[in-house]
């Protein structure tokens, strides 16, 4: 039986576009920053997939700052953006976000706090997890003059909200606040420009179907955030280390490949979601849909639910068992699934935070995974919640259960 | 006699004993699943020597024991319940001044209740551990929970916890194992990494081994008086209740006893914060009364008649067990008439402490436990 997978914001199958060009650069000799002929064509290759990974993102080249991946593309921005500031000028230690943000965000921010200084102010999200538009407006206002950055994810990677960015990249510019905009999850699956308005934008490659390892973060020429790898200065002195050339031309195919036909299959995958979605609604009325009801402002790859009484890792659990390859949909412990920070920050209690699974597709999600899905989620709730009750109800008889 | 496929949940610890379990149970012919139970909430840390509960290098060891033996793995996590059902109850029984077993207790509620209920509701027909212990069945057909064939390493005083309804889910496949290092050797022989990683010792929620000081984080304690048998004040003490009956060690005691010998820890009177101390063989006991009792299984004849019954009482994990006899009837315990195991022992034993399990064997066999409530000894009874 072959598996399907349904982990895609976890990380998508590499393309093979990208894994025959990167098996291609690789084969290249040279270190990009070589002055010889072989380091020059090495560094017209990554010259090159700038200009087509920038391309796909409204970019200017030079704005295309390669990382590591989101995580570190994250750090810097946030980082980079705040230390910055706070060196300029001593009392901008102010620092915006919501409480629903990524790990790579949200323990930087974390980290800001505990060792330099920072003050974090969170704006409240609602309960399918929109940024509060006017809240954002007052936190802007009440803190003028002392905001080092302002960060906002484009789409939840959990509950697949979208954000209103556009309106709030002109909140922030119109108080001259940077703006970090965390868009790793919608890189690939929304149309997205690196528009006006943002100082710093994080990318990840496998997300896209490029190979783990690579990323970048847009920096609007004007910026100069510190850097948080000191080294060789490459990648305009902001985030030093040999160019990663192999990972970069292979990022570059995938980016190309997953923005060549979004509009057509956004929608296409935007309809797998809205049958699974309905689906889980009809069979298990007990599961409640979190994030957006509105397809529209939802990311077309995701689907997420919470399931009353049933624990999380117990429908992960049979759903593997059954040969389908899920999530909780919240970070992971040493394997162990935490009760969701996003469901807690959209005002919903640790038993929904504990019950949630997603599940998020990508291009080589098809009808019939979705079919399979439906056809088995039923009985695998049935079994999780039934486990579930054990919590609560005991059915054995421990020798000290009358205590 | 062909014995059945059984779906069952390999219990994965990243030790060697559960590793080998599971491998076991697979060679059987059985279905089945790893998982890793996770008890800590906090699983981000290492492990150092025999030490350490449920930690990343722990789990990831139990993963690859599986992905070896090619079984799904699982990390499921039970942080909560065995926080209140294991760690607040051990905090619970040394505030009130008795000494719990942690290891037993999470047997009973977490390894054989919490995750055996889960795992039967997901369709599993067993819970599979690596305990050095037998589940026999008898010519009656019912379930009896015997000790492990190799003495050293048996556990069975720490399942004497289970009754019958959680035996007849439980696999030991280690049982009939002559010696651990036979447990050892098939690890290396089967490719499992975990051959020789040592064995774990102490509670594992305490990853120091400092308990003392630990409960002393937990637990509002206040200096108070040690006082000897005549209720006189032979020194202080930093807090009552995270002493233990027979502890020597850490009394600051002034004056020397006119024996000259070294005193013990005999009584913790947690309410009026007062640890009683006295020589050794103060100690001594051999009556005990037993609380909360249960049955490994199905009950002895004499349970209905209330008739004295031969058994050999173990009171500690490592303990020497020694011969008496017990009945089933009823006693006041604090203010309410309940059902409780008198025990008589031919020989006097030390370090009894309420809290402590006593488990009744006959032979190799678990009759069943009771927690112990009082103990006396009744020689010195009739001389005082």
Known sequence: MSRIYLDHAATTPVRPAALETFVTQAQRIGNASALHSAGRSVKLHVADARDRLAATLGAHPSEIIFTSGGTEADNLGIKGLYLAHRAAEETKNVVLATGIEHPAVADSLEWLAAHEGAQLVFVDVDAEGFVDLEAWRAALEAHRGRIAVATLMWANNEIGTIQPIAQVAELCAAENVDFHVDAVQAFGALPITFAPGITTMAISGHKIGAPVGIGALLVRRDAKPTPVLHGGGQERDIRSGTTADALIVAFAAAAEEATANLAEESARLAGLRDQLIAAIQQHIPQAKLQGPADGNYRLPTNVHFSFAQAEGDSLLFGLDMAGIESSTGSACNAGVSRPSQVILATGQDEAAARSTQRFSLGYTTTQADIDAVIATLPGVYQAAAKAGMTAETSSIRTANSHR | ?384
Not at chain 2, 202 to 211: A, K, L, Q, V, Y
Request: contains cysteine; negative net charge; glycine residues 8%.
């Open chain 2, 1 to 384: 006699m062909v014995m059945k496929k059984l779906k069952v949940l390999a219990a994965m610890s990243g030790g060697v004993d559960s590793a080998v379990a599971a491998a076991r149970a697979v060679d059987a012919g059985h279905d089945v699943v790893g998982v890793h139970l996770a008890l800590s909430r906090m699983p981000g840390t290492l492990r150092t020597g025999s030490r350490g509960c449920c930690t990343i290098e722990d789990a990831s060891d139990a993963w690859r024991a599986c992905e070896k033996l090619g079984i799904p793995y699982y990390t499921w996590d039970f942080s909560e319940r065995f926080q209140e059902e294991v760690v607040e109850d051990f905090i619970d029984e040394y505030a009130a001044g008795r000494t719990p077993n942690p290891c037993m207790r999470c047997n009973e509620r977490i390894k054989f209740a919490a995750l055996l209920e889960r795992a039967l509701a997901l369709g599993f027909d067993a819970v599979v551990t690596g305990h050095y212990a037998k589940v026999i069945e008898n010519d009656r057909g019912e379930l009896e929970l015997h000790r492990a064939a190799d003495d050293a390493k048996d556990q069975s005083y720490v399942l004497g916890v289970l009754t019958a309804e959680q035996l007849k889910h439980s696999m030991f496949p280690l049982g009939d194992t002559p010696s651990k290092d036979m447990v050892r050797a098939e690890a290396a022989e089967r490719g499992l990494s975990v051959a020789q990683k040592p064995d774990s010792h102490d509670i594992c929620f305490i990853p120091d081994g400092d308990t003392r000081g630990w409960l002393e984080e937990k637990i509002d304690m206040t200096e108070g008086a040690i006082v000897d048998t005549d209720g006189e004040q032979v020194g202080t003490h930093p807090g009552a209740q995270a002493f233990t009956i027979g502890q020597r060690r850490g009394l600051a005691i002034g004056k020397p006893a006119e024996d000259g010998k070294p005193r013990f820890v005999l009584e913790i009177r947690p309410k009026e914060n007062t640890v009683v101390v006295g020589s050794r063989d103060m100690l001594a006991v051999d009556r005990i009364t037993g609380i909360r009792p249960s049955w490994a299984g199905s009950p002895l004849a004499e349970e209905a008649t209330g008739d004295w019954f031969d058994c050999r009482v173990q009171v500690r994990a490592h303990a020497e067990p020694v011969p008496g006899r017990a009945r089933v009837t009823t006693a006041d315990v604090d203010g309410a008439s309940d059902v409780v195991w008198q025990i008589e022992l031919n020989e006097t034993i030390q370090g009894v402490a309420p809290g402590q399990t006593a488990v009744l064997y006959q032979a190799t066999r678990v009759l069943g436990q009771v927690t112990i409530h009082k103990s006396i000894n009744a020689q010195r009874l009739t001389h005082v």
